[in-house]
């Protein structure tokens, strides 16, 4: 029986297959990594413009209106709307809002388009 050890060089072929592997190892911890970074700078974005006025960067501040918190802006007077609070305010009527809304709605909840 032939011993593991040995003091024989490697073939070519043996050292190949080691530097692939090792390459590959260090492109997945790369990969890996980079996620971590993503994550973690969306993480700092949020936590930075959350609940900031994304037009002039003042903290914006709640009001309650027809029973829905919608983020007021007192530095340029802007108003801001999470999703689905437009549809809440301006209910269900025929009117202009809802057109508009229908012109808005991302297509895939949009069946006439
Ligand atoms: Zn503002």
Not at 56 to 68: A, P, Q, T, Y
């Amino acid at each position: 029986m032939k011993s593991l050890l040995t003091t024989e060089k490697p073939s070519q072929h043996e050292v190949d297959y080691f530097l692939g592997v090792e390459i590959d190892l260090r492109r997945r911890l790369a990969e890996q990594r980079r996620a971590e970074l993503e994550a973690e700078e969306q993480r700092a974005a949020r936590e930075l413009h959350y609940m900031h006025c994304p037009k002039c960067g003042m903290r914006l501040e709640e009001i309650l209106l027809s029973d829905v918190r919608i983020d007021k802006c007192f530095g340029c007077h802007g108003l801001w709307l999470d999703d689905g609070e437009l549809e809440r305010i301006s209910g269900k009527d025929t009117g202009f809002l809802p057109r508009l809304l229908h012109l808005f709605r991302p297509a895939a909840s949009n069946p006439s388009q």
